[in-house]
């Protein structure tokens, strides 16, 4: 074999590596406008869910009326999403006087899950005090749930006290 072969075939491998580094390159750049499309969003309705403005089941279960909000947080043992979000649901719920967190695991409540018509995971489910669906969907992220909280708080339709009142907070 003559050594212009061989010399063809290593311009046409480094030819190849240039044009998949490229690619690489152009595709985490996707990922990057793709994240910055979905982070802001609040949660998203996945098509299932109890309808809002219903009322929740489980009432005497949740004690929906100890709060102005009732945040139901729907998990698995086996959602990694899940498990690093509840620790940062647990910090929000502490920050406000009228929020109740209440956690259900798929592994202890599929009853539960069945009677809200929760599939998929991490689902959060917003209650007010009446026992009223005001929000659900699902949230990948912190800021999600954030998201829906503000939403929810803001709307007014939780209490007749102002809200998203924190604790700590002091009339001016």
Same mark, same amino acid.
């Given at each position: 074999?003559?050594?212009?072969?061989?010399?063809?075939?290593?311009?046409? /491998?480094?030819?190849?590596?240039?044009?998949?580094?490229?690619?690489?390159?152009?595709?985490?750049?996707? #990922?990057?406008?793709?994240?910055?499309?979905? =982070?802001?969003?609040?949660?998203?309705?996945?098509?299932?869910?109890?309808?809002?403005?219903?009322? =929740?089941?489980?009432?005497?279960? @949740?004690?929906? $009326?100890?709060?102005?909000?009732?945040?139901? =947080?729907?998990?698995?043992?086996?959602?990694?999403?899940?498990?690093?979000?509840?620790?940062?649901?647990?910090?929000?719920? !502490?920050?406000?006087? $009228? /929020? !109740?967190? !209440?956690?259900?695991?798929?592994?202890?409540?599929?009853?539960?899950?069945?009677? @809200?018509?929760?599939?998929?995971?991490?689902? /959060?489910?917003?209650?007010?005090?009446?026992?009223?669906?005001?929000?659900?969907? #699902?949230?990948?992220?912190?800021?999600?749930?954030?998201?829906?909280?503000? $939403?929810?708080?803001?709307?007014?339709?939780?209490?007749?006290?102002?809200?998203?009142?924190?604790?700590? =907070?002091?009339?001016?």
């Amino acid at each position: 074999m003559s050594g212009g072969i061989w010399i063809a075939s290593y311009v046409l /491998l480094w030819v190849a590596v240039v044009v998949l580094g490229l690619t690489v390159i152009a595709l985490l750049r996707q #990922v990057g406008v793709l994240h910055t499309r979905v =982070a802001p969003m609040g949660v998203h309705f996945a098509g299932e869910g109890p309808d809002l403005d219903s009322s =929740a089941p489980h009432a005497d279960r @949740f004690g929906y $009326e100890r709060r102005d909000l009732t945040l139901l =947080a729907f998990t698995s043992p086996t959602c990694e999403l899940c498990a690093s979000l509840v620790p940062g649901l647990r910090k929000i719920e !502490q920050s406000y006087d $009228e /929020l !109740q967190l !209440q956690t259900v695991s798929s592994a202890d409540d599929s009853a539960v899950f069945a009677a @809200f018509k929760v599939r998929s995971t991490p689902y /959060l489910v917003a209650i007010d005090r009446a026992g009223i669906v005001r929000s659900r969907g #699902v949230a990948n992220t912190l800021d999600q749930a954030e998201e829906m909280l503000a $939403e929810v708080l803001a709307s007014g339709t939780t209490s007749p006290t102002p809200p998203g009142r924190r604790r700590g =907070a002091t009339d001016s």
